[in-house]
């Protein structure tokens, strides 16, 4: 960079500031702007191949950190190192937005593509910059329509693997997790309806259903319909909380 007046070498040190990419790329980027500052960033936003460039080395450190030993995918022992590297527990919801944005398949576990293409959406290279994003990853479920995708993600994320229902206490689990972000008030009765007088998997419908419930049936069910298209074990949870006297049942 020595060959460089001051003003041009600044500009490099801000672009690589900015955009944690090399000097190479930076000087390709800001010679292809005429030296603009904001005509170089949108050259390189604008060309993913020269993005890919600058960070593939970082991402495939970070991957290769948490690689199984064995097989070339991020299991359990990894997803828990870099858990501890992000400084949040592996059962903390954050995870579970980590995982929809990765489009990871199944819980615990990430392939290379998942986790490179993934952490390349989030514009992360290094585990620092993971870790700051951390916050703003937790502010998501915040945004009902995210919240929403991400709800839904966790049926297939959490269930096993050929199979079309979720495991009782894995959808329990995973309920008590999302509706602890919600407050929905009903949802350990719910949980305790399943396990007295369901307990078999549930289904991808009732799922779905259930957050619609949630979110539009009033916790004193004044607004619910009998007549309703509720999934059937949704009306017999209805009836559960009639039957027991958690709710009143209104005349």
């Known amino acids: 960079m020595h060959k460089l007046g001051r ?23 800001l ?10 960033f949108d050259f390189f936003y604008s060309q993913p191949q020269i993005r890919a460039v600058t960070d593939s080395r970082h991402l495939e450190e970070l991957y290769n950190r948490y690689k199984d030993p064995y097989v070339d995918m991020i299991m359990v022992d990894g997803v828990s190192l870099l858990c501890n590297d992000l400084q949040v527990e592996p059962q903390d919801i954050v995870m579970l937005v980590v995982s929809w944005h ?27 910059k993971f870790r700051e994003k951390i916050p703003s990853l937790r ?26 229902s979720l495991a009782l206490d894995t959808a329990i689990g995973m309920w008590q997790l999302l509706f602890a972000e919600k407050h929905w008030p009903l949802v350990d009765y719910w949980c305790q309806f399943l396990q007295v007088r369901h307990n078999k998997a549930i289904s991808r419908d009732t799922w779905s259903q259930l957050l619609e419930f949630a979110k539009t049936i009033d916790p004193q069910l004044s607004d619910y319909d009998a007549e309703g298209a509720w999934p059937y074990l949704i009306d017999e949870f209805v009836e559960y909380l009639f039957e027991n006297g958690i709710v009143q049942r209104r005349n």
């Open 7 to 29: 003003g041009h070498r600044d500009k490099v040190q801000q672009f690589m500031a900015i955009t944690g990419t090399s000097e190479k790329v930076a000087l390709q980027a």
């Open 31 to 40: 010679k292809a702007s005429d030296w603009h500052l904001e005509g170089a």
């Open 102 to 128: 990765m489009k990871a398949a199944t819980m615990c576990e990430f392939s290379r593509q998942e986790f490179i293409s993934g952490l390349q959406s989030l514009g992360v290279d290094s585990i620092e």
């Open 139 to 164: 502010a998501e479920l915040k945004d009902e329509n995210k919240f929403r995708e991400i709800y839904n993600f966790a049926f297939g994320w959490a269930k096993d693997q050929g199979q079309k």
